[in-house]
């Protein structure tokens, strides 16, 4: 069991240019959750993800980020046409289900540079 | 809403000395409680959580409605507990975790 696999680890964009982060959860796990890190700051809740379906993305911003978990392959955060404001470290968590209590496994993270 | 804060950034102890870690919540139910841990150069990983009422690596937490808090809690600190320390809330029958910012323990010998 590889646990979660986040690539790249590092990512280097110039303004204006879209970054795609991969998330491969631990396998069997079915829901996916997509943290942000800012400089200074926690952990900030993005989007909660199933298998086909976006459960609560009340985190994201409303332009220019999309997620998706398809049914086959890995979840992806996708941000478009990217601003230095988007620096950060970008976490992908994964558990197998929704039970109360349960806790999340962590990848070690993106890192993403907008130069 | 759900509010998690740590009011202390960065921490720092003798080897030997109690330790204790704030975490104040704001939630209007029922909340789970959380606390991870990153170890340098590790993924953050769940080090205990307050159904559970256990102690893990000689910590403890308790949940305390009254003054909303669940602070982490360790009798004497070892150089192996430098890390940086999440706490973290679920509302009961919710999905998603919300983070504090986070406070850095550094043991010192």
């Known amino acids: 069991n590889a646990g979660v696999m986040q690539n790249p680890r590092h990512l280097v964009r110039r303004r204006g240019q879209e970054a795609r982060l991969r998330c491969s959860p631990v396998?069997?796990?079915?829901?996916v959750y997509w943290y942000r890190q800012l400089p200074e700051e926690g952990l900030k809740f993005m989007v909660y993800?199933?298998?086909?379906?976006?459960?609560?993305e009340s985190g994201m911003p409303k332009e220019r980020f999309s997620a998706e978990f398809p049914k086959e392959g890995p979840s992806i955060l996708r941000i478009q046409q990217v601003v230095r404001g988007d620096s950060a470290a970008y976490f992908c968590?994964?558990?197998?289900?929704?039970?109360?209590?349960?806790?999340?496994?962590f990848g070690s993270g993106t890192q993403l540079s907008v130069l | 809403a759900q509010r998690v804060t740590q009011p202390e950034k960065l921490l720092s102890v003798f080897k030997g000395a109690p330790v204790e870690l704030k975490c104040n919540y704001s939630?209007?139910?029922?909340?789970?409680l959380f606390w991870y841990v990153q170890y340098s150069r590790q993924r953050l990983q769940l080090l205990l959580r307050?159904?559970s009422r256990e102690s893990i690596k000689g910590f403890t937490a308790d949940l305390n409605k009254g003054e909303t808090s669940f602070h982490l809690k360790k009798p004497f600190a070892q150089e192996e507990d430098s890390a940086m320390y999440y706490c973290?809330?679920?509302?009961?029958?919710?999905?998603?975790?919300?983070f504090g910012a986070g406070t850095i323990l550094r043991v010192k010998s």
């Open positions: 307050h159904i």
């Open positions: 993800l199933q298998k086909e379906n976006i459960i609560d």
């Open positions: 968590a994964s558990s197998p289900g929704d039970r109360g209590g349960e806790k999340l496994f």
């Open positions: 939630y209007s139910g029922s909340p789970e």
């Open positions: 396998k069997g796990h079915s829901h």
């Open positions: 973290a809330l679920r509302g009961v029958g919710g999905n998603k975790l919300v």
